[in-house]
């Protein structure tokens, strides 16, 4: 079986942490788009935010060279949580474990990157 996961997408937010073993992860927002035309004939655009997580010294080399913006290639396992908040409330979350990270060479864009201002981050979850 294979469970893997091949984005190109550009860097969200990022943030290292030091885990209870005193590793590291380093946790990114990657945003990908996809453009198409709608049944009325209107050319949209959806974005879609993953996490991935990057541990130990692939951690610390996202941490140091990877910017908001920044256009990169990440493949890695696809992993699923169901966190209990509560002891009522149920959320499904996923991630992606990252393996390999290519930075990719950025043209100029006019456009910003998509505003990751309104996704909502939650520190609570485990990673």
């Given at each position: 079986?294979?469970n893997?996961?091949?984005?190109i997408?550009?860097?969200?937010?990022k943030?290292?942490k030091?885990?209870?073993n005193?590793g590291?992860?380093?946790?990114?927002?990657?945003?990908?788009?996809?453009k198409?035309?709608d049944?009325?004939?209107?050319?949209?655009?959806?974005t879609?935010?993953?996490?991935?997580?990057?541990y130990?010294?692939?951690?610390?080399?996202v941490?140091?060279?990877?910017?908001?913006?920044?256009?990169v290639?990440?493949e890695?396992e696809?992993?699923?949580?169901?966190?209990?908040?509560?002891?009522?409330t149920?959320?499904?979350?996923h991630?992606?474990?990252?393996?390999k990270?290519?930075?990719?060479?950025?043209p100029?864009?006019?456009?910003?990157?998509?505003?990751?201002?309104?996704?909502?981050?939650?520190?609570?979850?485990?990673?």
């Amino acid at each position: 079986m294979l469970n893997k996961a091949m984005l190109i997408g550009r860097i969200g937010k990022k943030e290292m942490k030091t885990m209870k073993n005193g590793g590291h992860m380093t946790v990114v927002s990657l945003a990908t788009n996809k453009k198409f035309i709608d049944s009325k004939g209107i050319q949209q655009e959806n974005t879609i935010w993953h996490w991935v997580n990057f541990y130990e010294k692939l951690a610390e080399i996202v941490n140091q060279h990877a910017h908001v913006g920044q256009l990169v290639y990440i493949e890695g396992e696809i992993y699923n949580k169901r966190i209990e908040k509560d002891g009522k409330t149920t959320t499904a979350f996923h991630s992606i474990q990252g393996e390999k990270i290519q930075f990719l060479p950025s043209p100029k864009r006019e456009d910003s990157p998509p505003k990751h201002d309104d996704i909502p981050y939650d520190d609570s979850i485990p990673y």
